[in-house]
């Protein structure tokens, strides 16, 4: 069994387990909320905090700069391809905003770190990592004015953004954190991952089975999200004058699933968060066939 593979079926136990805590009654609805605003604001903070200035990789400033540079520019490109997607396929106006958000964002936390560091070593945890900066940046700020059609000005310097940026400048500036402080720090950031799954299999727990799959448009959404984003990303990195781990990472991040984070932003802000649940379940669950066939491309 590939490595990526093996995160998806990870991936999707928790999911499970989610989806079961939702229709047993163990996780309600106002549970689902409060667990949402538990990871955006205090969990993946440390989580990113932790992962960058704990990795071996050993990347001058210019390294950090370029690699940041690049994670923002794929963002730029997938967001000019996902308002051309979302004029092709008419999408609803309600709807618009959500397909635009999961096409220009994908899991690059919850999957893409543990993915890449499975496919490409300790090293691409770092930048991928640096990669979830301008992720956040955007989640804040744009995202959820595409979800909810409201931007929180005051929430744009968000905690998980200012942590990334915080962490970033530290390892730049080759400031050392005491192990203790990032071990404390990595013990919090583990639940990250499992408290993102939760989430998403209680909002699918709170949906009919049958609406599912009565979305034609997520078809060739998940077609463009986890094969199309990749191939341009590989294309316009290909002359690039980067570490090559780096322009790996970049593809296989541009390669992953739908973001969880549009769920819970939805569940904090308002939006339509069944459509976002949808669109995570099945490219998700779609990547496990994509994920190990662009893990094989890129590592050769």
Not at 58 to 85: K, N, P, R
Request: a positive charge.
């Amino acid at each position: 069994m590939s490595a990526a593979l093996h995160q998806i079926i990870v991936i999707f136990i928790g999911i499970a387990a989610g989806f079961a805590c939702r229709r047993l009654g163990v996780l309600s609805e106002k549970g689902t909320g409060t667990l949402s605003n538990l990871v955006v604001k205090l969990i993946l903070p440390f989580y990113l905090f932790s992962a960058i200035l704990s990795t071996p990789a050993d990347v001058e400033a210019g390294g950090v700069l370029l690699a940041l540079g690049l994670s923002a520019l794929l963002f730029l490109f997938s967001g000019l391809a996902a308002l051309l997607f979302a004029f092709v396929i008419r999408a609803p106006g309600n709807d618009r905003g959500v397909y635009v958000f999961e096409l220009m964002c994908g899991n690059v936390t919850y999957i893409g770190i543990p993915v890449c560091t499975a496919v490409l070593g300790p090293s691409a945890a770092f930048y991928a990592s640096l990669l979830n900066i301008p992720y956040n940046l955007i989640c804040f700020s744009l995202g959820v004015y595409l979800l909810a059609g409201k931007l929180p000005w005051r929430k744009i310097l968000n905690p998980a953004f200012l942590a990334g940026l915080t962490a970033a400048i530290l390892y730049m500036l080759r400031i050392r954190v005491p192990s203790l402080v990032l071990d404390g720090c990595a013990f919090l950031g583990q639940a990250t991952s499992p408290c993102a799954m939760l989430i998403i299999g209680s909002v699918l727990g709170g949906v009919p089975l049958r609406s599912l799959f009565g979305e034609w448009r997520a078809i060739p959404y998940v077609l463009l999200r986890l094969l199309g984003l990749a191939a341009l990303a590989l294309l316009l990195l290909r002359g690039a004058e980067a570490d090559g781990v780096l322009k790996s990472t970049l593809v296989l991040m541009a390669a992953m699933p739908a973001a969880t984070n549009s769920t819970m932003l939805c569940t904090i802000y308002g939006g339509n968060r069944e459509l976002s649940a949808k669109l995570i379940f099945l490219s998700t669950a779609l990547s496990a066939l994509t994920l190990p066939l662009w893990a094989k491309i890129i590592g050769g």
